[in-house]
């Protein structure tokens, strides 16, 4: 009778030792494919990102940063526009269902806008202190496009 309790003990050790070890995995894998998309997310990531892929010479470089450099403006640009136009879509869209709320659903949609707005400055603020932002992950010396992961 005293082997239950050991045995039930291990297989608890065991299953939560399993959990966490799944669980850094699991978010290993999420940013190891998640990185090549992070690549666009600023000017500087954008152009930052293709450099490592490709690794011009210097010749190569001096052709390849005007077109870097141009995309990455638009590419900033689309950005801030989709941004800006997001804003102001929901803004219409509040003007519009606001009037058929309750005042309690008023205060849960506040609440939530509270979350949201919460969220966003914690996860600008992480970033801003991310040691790893400008890290790019290295690519396989046979597949520097990245492409042989996708089928």
Request: glycine share 4%; net charge positive; no cysteine.
């Amino acid at each position: 009778m005293k082997t239950k309790p050991k045995l039930i003990i291990g297989v608890i050790v065991t299953l939560i030792i399993g959990f966490i070890l799944g669980m850094l995995t699991s978010a290993q894998i999420r940013h190891h494919r998640l990185a090549p998309v992070s690549v666009y997310f600023s000017e500087e990531r954008f152009k930052d990102g293709f450099y490592h892929a490709i690794q011009p010479d210097d010749q190569q470089k001096v052709k390849i940063d005007i077109i870097l450099n141009k995309f990455a403006k638009l590419n900033s640009r689309l950005q801030n526009n989709f941004r800006n136009e997001l804003d102001a879509n929901m803004k219409s869209f509040r003007k519009e269902i606001d009037s058929y709320l309750t005042p309690q659903q008023l205060d849960r949609l506040k609440e939530m806008d509270e979350r949201r707005i919460k969220m966003i400055r914690q996860h600008r603020k992480d970033f801003e202190n991310d040691s790893t932002k400008f890290h790019h992950p290295p690519f396989p010396p046979d597949d520097s496009a990245g492409l042989s992961n996708h089928k």
